[in-house]
């Protein structure tokens, strides 16, 4: 499998940051700040189908979601369709209607190492859950997440009724 990396960059002010769409392998980003796009990544299968990707989010990775009075806060991740494997290593992502949704489509694990998940906001039509899940095939990891500011719920199952989260050692602020 190959994978491409992202090191050292930033990518703002446009309706999608960074669109993860093809089967390329996998993705590692690295100290990338990716702010102010309605949606900051969206991962898909928008041109190839791709069903077992695997994407890192390391440490000095920042999501953070732009918004105005008149356009909707946006989505820090969101994770459309696929089985992959997607890793977060104490990423911070912010400001956003939904900081990360996983849709009815994701079917894989998700492992959130760390990190914030900070101001979820119901602002301009979001959400404001840090963290939705849509699929009860979907896996779900908190390992020493810090939850902070967020207006609605942490961690929301939408019609999911299955054993699909385990939080270990997070704080709710």
């Keep these: 499998m190959l994978f491409r990396s992202l090191n050292n960059a930033k990518l703002a002010e446009s309706t999608i940051g960074i669109h993860v769409a093809g089967a390329f392998g996998g993705l590692v980003l690295d100290s990338v700040d990716i702010i102010a796009n309605t949606t900051n990544v969206l991962i898909d299968q928008a041109v190839v189908a791709e069903q077992n990707r695997e994407i890192f989010f390391n440490p000095g990775c920042l999501i953070d979601s732009g918004g105005t009075a008149t356009v909707f806060n946006g989505i820090g991740v ?32 998700a492992i959130f ?16 859950d840090a963290i939705q899940v849509q699929n009860q095939n979907t896996r779900l990891v908190l390992n020493g997440v810090y939850f902070n500011n967020i207006q609605n719920i942490c961690v929301r199952g939408v019609g999911v009724t299955a054993n699909w989260v385990e939080l270990n050692n997070c704080t709710f602020r």
């Design 113 to 128: 190492n760390g990190g914030m998940l900070f101001n979820a906001l119901t602002t301009y039509g979001g959400s404001g």
């Design 78 to 109: 969101d994770v459309q369709d696929t089985s992959g494997y997607l890793l977060f290593n104490s990423p911070w992502i912010a400001s956003a209607g939904t900081l990360v949704r996983f849709g009815t489509s994701y079917q894989g694990t």
